[in-house]
C-alpha cells in the first residue's frame, strides 16, 4: 500500500504558511488520501482469475469479499486449512455441500467440473452463470428457504406445546427434514397447541418407505430426500433464514407470520444459464424470485422440480416438461393450474397454500402417489375420485365436510384432514391399509378407523370404540 504525506506549518492564526486554512488543508489531504487508499484497494480485490482453485485460495486476499467468503466455505467444506489439501479432496469430489455463509459468488466452484451434486444453504446467489461448468451435475437445489412445507408450519402451531425451557431452531428443522406434520422434533418432543397438557412421544414416528424409491416426497422429510440416492447425484444451492431461537411458553401458539413466510436470501430470477445442464434430473428453485420457467423446458431429464415460494402466475411451460415425477408448486401466485393436466406421469404433487377453491386441476394425474392441498379452500373432493393410486393425502385446513369421494381409495396409508367441517369418518371405514389419521379440529362424533395412530385433538371426543388401536 502506497502511502501519500503532506506536511506544512501552521501560524498561531491557523492559517498555513501558503495562505490556505489549515482545516480546509486537512480536509483535502484526508480525501486524496482516502481516495488514492480507495483506489489501490480496488485495484488489489480483482475478481478471480486463476487457473485453479490453489492459486486463488493462496491469494484469496486480493480477491473480492466475496469470492473470498466461497473460498472459506469451500476449505470449511472439506475440513482442512490447506488450500492444496483442500484441491485434492475437491477434486475426487462429486457430492458437494457448502457450509451455511452468504455464499454469493459461484466462481471457484466451477474449477471442478465432475461435480454431479451441490448443495450450498442459506445465502445469497444471483448469478448462475458459473455453474455452466459444472457440466455434470445431474442435482441442483437452489431454494431460497429451508425446506419446511406448510403443512409442517401448521403442525408446530397446532399440536401439543412443548416444554417452555426448550428451544426450537426453525433452520435446524428444516435441516433434519422434519417436515412432515404429526412428526417428531428434537428428542422425541411433539409440538401441539389448543391448550393440551405437555406430552412426549414413546419413539419417533415411522414413516413407511413407500416405492417407487426414485421418486423424491416432498411430502416426507422423515427421509431427509435421500430416498433418491445411491446412484443418484445431487446438486443442492439451497438458501435460508438465519436461524431465529422461539422460546415457546406453555399458553402462547408460535406466530403463523414467521412460521409460514421465512424470508428468502437468494434472489434468483433468471434461469437462462440452468439451460445449459441438460443432465440435471433435480432441480430445486424455491423461495426465490423466479417468474418465468421456460428455461427449464431445455432439460429433459428433469423429474424432480420444486419451485415453491416463487412469484409464478404462468405455468404453460408446465406442458413441455411430461417427464417430471416429483413437483413442488406450495405458496406460488399462479391461479390457472390447467398446465398440470400434461403431467401424466407425476407420483408426487404439493400444491399447499394457493387459495385453491376445488381440486380440478389434479382429477387426471392417475400416477399420483403422493398429495398435498392442505391450507386451500377445497371443499369438493369428487374431482379425486380418478386418483386410485394415492398412498399419502394431505387436506388440512380446508373447507371440507365430508370424505365418502376419498373412501374408496384402498391405498391410503396416510390421510390428514385437520381443519376442516368433517363431522364423521365412517366414510373411509373400508381403507384397512390406513396407517395414520390426523383429524384433530374437526367435530368428530366418534373415530371407528382400524389405524395405527390417530390423532383427536380438539375434536370434543372422550371415547374409543377400540382403545387397544389408538395412541
Excluded at 469479499?65 to 469451500?74: E, G, K, S
Aim: hydrophobic residues 35%; positive net charge.
Amino acid at each position: 500500500m502506497h502511502h501519500l504525506f503532506f506536511t506544512y506549518s501552521q501560524s498561531p492564526s491557523g492559517v498555513s504558511h501558503g495562505g490556505i486554512p489549515s482545516a480546509f488543508l486537512g480536509l483535502a489531504i484526508a480525501g486524496v488520501t482516502l481516495a488514492a487508499s480507495a483506489s489501490l484497494s480496488a485495484a488489489q480485490a480483482k475478481p478471480l482469475a486463476s487457473q485453479n482453485f490453489v492459486d486463488g485460495c493462496l491469494r484469496r486476499d486480493r480477491l473480492p469479499p466475496a469470492t473470498q467468503q466461497t473460498i472459506d466455505l469451500m476449505l470449511r467444506a472439506v475440513k482442512t486449512d490447506s488450500c492444496q489439501r483442500a484441491d485434492e479432496i475437491l477434486r475426487k469430489t462429486t457430492e458437494l455441500t457448502i457450509p451455511n455463509g452468504r455464499l454469493s459468488d459461484l466462481e471457484p466452484i466451477a474449477f471442478y467440473p465432475q461435480i454431479t451434486s451441490l448443495t450450498i444453504r442459506q445465502n445469497a446467489i444471483s448469478d448462475l452463470t458459473p455453474l455452466t461448468k459444472l457440466t455434470r451435475l445431474k442435482k441442483l437445489d437452489l431454494s431460497g428457504q429451508p425446506e419446511v412445507s406448510p403443512k409442517m408450519m401448521m403442525a408446530l402451531r397446532t399440536s401439543e406445546f412443548i416444554d417452555p425451557e426448550l428451544s426450537l431452531l426453525l433452520p435446524s428443522v428444516a435441516q433434519q427434514g422434519a417436515s412432515t406434520p404429526g412428526a417428531s422434533i428434537g428428542s422425541g418432543v411433539v409440538l401441539g397447541g389448543g391448550g393440551a397438557p405437555l406430552r412426549r412421544q414413546p419413539k419417533p414416528v415411522e414413516w413407511p418407505r413407500i416405492e417407487p424409491a426414485r421418486v423424491w416426497d416432498p411430502f416426507s422429510k422423515q427421509t431427509k430426500g435421500e430416498t433418491l440416492q445411491s446412484r443418484q447425484e445431487r446438486l443442492k444451492l439451497e438458501g435460508q433464514p438465519q436461524a431465529e431461537t422461539l422460546q415457546t411458553q406453555r399458553d402462547s401458539v408460535l406466530p403463523p407470520d414467521l412460521l409460514l413466510r421465512p424470508e428468502p436470501l437468494n434472489q434468483i430470477s433468471d434461469l437462462q444459464p440452468l439451460a445449459q445442464l441438460p443432465y440435471l434430473q433435480e432441480l430445486y428453485l424455491g423461495g426465490n424470485h423466479i417468474s418465468d420457467i421456460r428455461p427449464l423446458v431445455r432439460l429433459p431429464n428433469l423429474q424432480v422440480l420444486s419451485l415453491h415460494s416463487n412469484p409464478l402466475s404462468y405455468l404453460e411451460a408446465l406442458r413441455e416438461m411430461p417427464q417430471l415425477r416429483s413437483l413442488d408448486l406450495h405458496s406460488i401466485q399462479a391461479r390457472n393450474f390447467g398446465a398440470l393436466a400434461s403431467l401424466r406421469d407425476l407420483r408426487s404433487l404439493n400444491l399447499a397454500d394457493n387459495a385453491l377453491k376445488d381440486a380440478n386441476p389434479v382429477q387426471w394425474l392417475k400416477e399420483l402417489r403422493d398429495l398435498d392441498l392442505s391450507m386451500n379452500q377445497i371443499r369438493d373432493l369428487r374431482p379425486l375420485g380418478h386418483l386410485d393410486q394415492l398412498e399419502r393425502l394431505s387436506l388440512d385446513h380446508n373447507r371440507i365436510e365430508s370424505l365418502k369421494p376419498i373412501g374408496d381409495k384402498v391405498t391410503l396409508r396416510l390421510l390428514y384432514i385437520r381443519d376442516n367441517q368433517i363431522t364423521s369418518t365412517h366414510a373411509i371405514q373400508g381403507l384397512t391399509k390406513l396407517q395414520q389419521l390426523l383429524a384433530w379440529d374437526n367435530p368428530l362424533d366418534r373415530p371407528l378407523c382400524p389405524v395405527r395412530r390417530v390423532d383427536l385433538s380438539s375434536t370434543g371426543i372422550c371415547t374409543f370404540r377400540n382403545p387397544g388401536g389408538v395412541y
